[in-house]
């Protein structure tokens, strides 16, 4: 008889909290979706969204926008960077990060990473001397964090702006500090994938007045920055509202209303999603020739995915287990592909790009695979998907499987 195949669904989020359900609903029947569209003496729901995420993340200033791609686009614009800038960045992230320094005009020069999935500082600093660049962009793809005290470090000595960007790391600390508080930026999303759920949208966060003060007026305020619920003072905007262009990039009520009540659960999420990342790296970590990334014990990290390499892997070996492991209804992703599969890619199909040679990322790409950990999953479902992924490796190394 046929070894029954995994049911569970990789893509399938929890429901938005009821709280959620019936806050959209009365708005709904208000009409007012806008952010700007308050009655009189009302304060938004994207504003108070703003407020309580700012106290959260324990920055002065947050922004709330229509995505985490948004937010990067404009910090790098209030940041200084112009078109024609070099912007250094991880070559081991997703499209919408280089997307972002393409989009207003820079070109992104991509860092080496470490078998870690971490940005290699040393390279870091050699491509910042070679290229003049002033600004790095620094994905914490897929959760992983640097070490963030050597970066800030690097980035001091080489005269780098760093910009976060923390779509993977909402909640993630480096000896207790969070994630996004480090650079003078930090970027966050709401995406449906993410560690909160709109659908889309973002936020932006600084304790910088002048840089938020510019974001308000490039995300689209005209001239009601004064009902944002976590904005600088009103004399901060007196000269810049006048030299900002305004790129309409608001998130709307009905996204607040649904994005509220999952920020008063998200730390019990984050405990959640650290429970189930941890049992299956214990599953993963003892199978053969399995390698996991390392965790540095400063490092509090948000397991919604975990990540592991099989050093060796050829490609067609890589392909075949990808496909071992859909015939048995886990579903990996794989960064080694030549060319990008849904959400996966990587540096070499970036043709908006200069191409670049970056051996190490690419070795490492190569044998590197990755599944998501929705908080739909159950403990027991990590123990069925180590024994499904074990099975995929045995047919690998069958004689009828080998590569």
Not at 166 to 183: D, E, I, L, Q
Not at 314 to 322: I, K, P, S, W, Y
Not at 339 to 344: A, D, K, L, S
Not at 371 to 385: G, H, W
Request: net charge negative.
């Amino acid at each position: 008889m046929a070894e029954m195949r995994f049911t569970g669904s990789f893509t399938q989020q929890e429901p938005i909290p009821e709280e959620g359900i019936s806050a959209a609903l009365e708005l709904l029947r208000t009409g007012r979706l806008h952010r700007y569209n308050t009655a009189p003496g009302e304060v938004s729901l994207t504003a108070r969204l703003e407020a309580a995420y700012a106290e959260w993340q324990g920055a002065r200033y947050c922004l709330a926008l229509a995505s985490g791609g948004q937010a990067m686009q404009i910090a790098l614009r209030a940041c200084g960077v112009r078109p024609g800038d070099r912007v250094l960045t991880n070559a081991f992230t997703l499209a919408p990060v280089p997307g972002a320094v393409a989009a207003i005009g820079a070109e992104a020069v991509l860092v080496e990473i470490t078998e870690d999935l971490v940005i290699d500082l040393d390279d870091l600093a050699a491509k910042a001397r070679a290229s003049g660049a002033r600004h790095l962009l620094l994905s914490n793809m897929r959760g992983h964090l640097c070490d963030m005290d050597r970066l800030m470090q690097v980035a001091e000595d080489c005269g780098l702006t760093v910009i976060e960007d923390c779509a993977h790391t909402m909640g993630a600390k480096w000896n207790g500090r969070r994630s996004g508080n480090f650079g003078p930026m930090g970027c966050f999303s709401t995406q449906t994938y993410k560690h909160m759920n709109s659908g889309e949208g973002g936020f932006l966060t600084t304790d910088d007045p002048e840089l938020m003060a510019r974001a308000i007026i490039m995300s689209g305020s005209y001239m009601l920055y004064e009902r944002h619920g976590a904005a600088p003072a009103r004399e901060v905007f007196e000269k810049i509202r006048l030299e900002t262009p305004n790129m309409s990039a608001r998130m709307d009520n009905l996204r607040a209303a649904i994005l509220l009540p999952q920020l008063d659960r998200l730390d019990d999420a984050i405990a959640r999603w650290n429970a189930l990342h941890d049992r299956m790296a214990e599953r993963l970590s003892a199978l053969p020739a399995v390698a996991l990334p390392h965790r540095p014990e400063p490092e509090f990290y948000v397991g919604s995915s975990i990540q592991f390499r099989l050093p060796g892997l050829g490609a067609e070996a890589a392909r075949q287990l990808v496909a071992e492991a859909a015939a048995r209804g886990v579903e990996l992703k794989w960064f080694g592909a030549s060319e990008p599969v849904g959400f996966t890619s990587n540096h070499g199909s970036w043709r908006y790009l200069r191409a670049q040679a970056l051996p190490r990322t690419d070795a490492i790409l190569s044998t590197l695979f990755d599944m998501r950990l929705p908080l739909t999953f159950k403990p027991a479902d990590c123990d069925a998907i180590a024994h499904h992924l074990d099975a995929a490796l045995a047919a690998l190394r069958s004689p009828e499987g080998a590569a």
